[in-house]
């Protein structure tokens, strides 16, 4: 089993930075993707970002190109998401999920809880 749990989420206002922390413990593989998703009120759970174990592919959704920026430290087993330029459509909850990279949610196994993430305008 493994667990995930994200932090950093919060309230900002249009224009500011966030970053998402997502750890992972317990009987994680040996070599494992990461990725975030974002699931806003009323709407699907949608791809935002992902990274291969070694951090040299990464994938992002178009809605956050050259915003947005996954990395990992897997010393820590740790994936961040560095949020800039943040807009109030990035609100949502931001569940990181490890498995295969990939933009679809059924390609990653474990999920996290999930955190808030509220862009005032």
């Known amino acids: 089993q493994v667990q995930l749990v994200e932090s950093g989420g919060g309230l900002v206002q249009t224009g500011d930075s966030l970053r998402l922390s997502c750890a992972a413990s317990?009987?994680?593989?040996?070599?494992?993707?990461m990725g975030w998703f974002r699931q806003a009120p009323g709407k699907e759970r949608e791809f935002v970002a992902g990274?291969?174990?070694?951090?040299?592919?990464?994938r992002y959704a178009d809605s956050v190109k050259g915003r947005f920026t996954i990395s990992r430290d897997n010393a820590k087993n740790t994936v961040y998401l560095q949020m800039n330029s943040l807009k109030p459509e990035d609100t949502a909850v931001y569940y990181c999920?490890?498995?295969?990279?990939?933009?679809?949610?059924?390609?990653?196994?474990?999920w996290g809880q999930g955190t808030q993430v509220t862009i005032s305008s």
């Open positions: 317990g009987r994680t593989p040996s070599d494992y993707a």
């Open positions: 990274i291969t174990w070694s951090g040299g592919t990464t």
């Open positions: 999920a490890t498995g295969r990279l990939s933009s679809v949610a059924s390609a990653y196994r474990y």
